[in-house]
């Protein structure tokens, strides 16, 4: 199983204790700390994962489940009316971020914050995040990465200018949180409230055609 690099700061020593606890014979110990460092490997597994094709589709940018699907009037960085769909990721759950569909950045935004649970409604303008907009051939997204109660950080992979193709990842996200996608109006959806996602393999929505518009 590949594991992410960033998992190895937990990873290691909890091994390393592991290790030492069980030279020592302290049996309890050591089977928490083994049970510790499987923990750590789960939670960082970086899977492979091959997009499906199609330059219309709009994939999911993270692992976990849809907790909000709802409209919205108007956006500063995008063409109103749109949708958002809010993904919840649980600490069971891959915490890479990916790239919805092949695109640039154009804007990387942080926002410091608050760490109230990811599945509630004032986490997304109150804690910490860090959100980027996307240009693709198609239109714009904008993509909102947010902690929670377990989560204290967000690695970004990407930078202004970057060009990154769908599904490729774009960040990680440490021990629960969630990603908020805002997506014009011409992106039809194809998801619905609860559904679980997968990161680069489920098709969150497509583009519709100008002329269907």
């Known amino acids: 199983m590949k594991v992410a690099r960033e998992g190895l700061i937990f990873y290691l020593p909890s091994l390393g204790v592991f290790l030492l606890t069980l030279a020592l014979g302290w049996w309890l110990a050591s089977l928490f700390f083994l049970l510790l460092s499987a923990a750590f490997l789960f939670f960082f597994r970086d899977p492979d ?5 199609g330059e219309n589709l709009v994939l999911s940018p993270a692992d976990g489940q849809i907790i909000k699907i709802e409209e919205f009037s108007s956006h500063p960085d995008l063409p109103g009316p749109g949708k958002v769909v809010s993904i919840f990721l649980s600490l069971l759950d891959v915490h890479f971020t990916r790239a919805p ?16 649970p990811a599945y509630r409604e004032e986490a997304s303008s109150q804690n910490e995040s860090r959100s980027l907009l996307l240009h693709g051939n198609r239109g714009p997204a904008f993509l909102k990465q947010m902690v929670g109660v377990a989560a204290r950080r967000i690695k970004c992979y990407v930078k202004p200018g970057d060009k990154v193709a769908a599904g490729q990842k774009i960040g990680l996200m440490y021990f629960g949180s969630r990603v908020d996608l805002y997506l014009p109006g011409q992106v039809e959806l194809k998801v619905s409230l609860n559904q679980k996602v997968k990161g680069a393999l489920t098709v969150i929505g497509e583009w519709r055609d100008e002329s269907q518009n």
């Open 49 to 53: 994962r091959q997009p499906p094709a």
């Open 101 to 116: 569909f092949t695109s640039e950045v154009r804007r990387i935004d942080y926002q410091p914050g608050k760490f109230f």
